[in-house]
Every structure is written in structure tokens, then in C-alpha cells.
């Protein structure tokens, strides 16, 4: 299993300025699961899974989601 947190600052919109996001990458085998939302409520984050045809393409997916995410302005805090 592979983990990977990313978080951000809120861009300010409708009254969320200074709220930290989050996002999250889990790689189980095949399969990679992603969380978002604000951090302050984890409880309403939005999940979505993906399953691909080997571990390698959910780990080269979840890399590429890391990198496209860090381009936009979040910060990796933890990679388990």
C-alpha cells in the first residue's frame, strides 16, 4: 500500500479563505482510492476508486495525480 497526503491553502472562494484542503492517493494493489475536501470537515470529503489492468499502472497514475496536483499549488506533507 502506498499514501500519499497533499494539502493547500483555500483559494479564498465563497468564504473559505485560509481553510486548508486536502487530498488524498491510496494505492492498494491495483486499485487507487482518492479523498478530497476541506480538512476542517473529513467526515464530507468525496471519494472516488480506480482499478487498472496491473499495480504498476495504479502506481504510475497515482504519481502523475501527485505531480498535477503539486503543479496547482499543494504541498505533499506525507508519503507512506
Do not use: P
Request: proline content about 0%; aromatic content about 12%; hydrophobic content about 40%.
Amino acid at each position: 500500500m502506498k499514501k500519499l497526503i497533499l494539502v493547500k491553502n483555500s483559494d479564498g472562494q465563497r468564504g473559505a479563505n485560509g481553510k486548508k484542503k486536502i487530498y488524498e492517493i491510496v494505492v492498494v494493489d491495483n486499485r487507487v482510492i482518492t479523498s478530497w475536501g476541506k480538512a476542517e470537515e473529513f467526515h464530507k470529503q468525496q471519494t472516488q476508486t480506480k482499478v487498472f489492468g496491473s499495480a504498476q499502472q495504479a502506481l504510475w497514475f497515482a504519481y502523475d495525480k501527485q505531480w498535477s496536483k503539486q503543479a496547482k499549488g499543494y504541498e505533499l506533507v506525507a508519503s507512506l
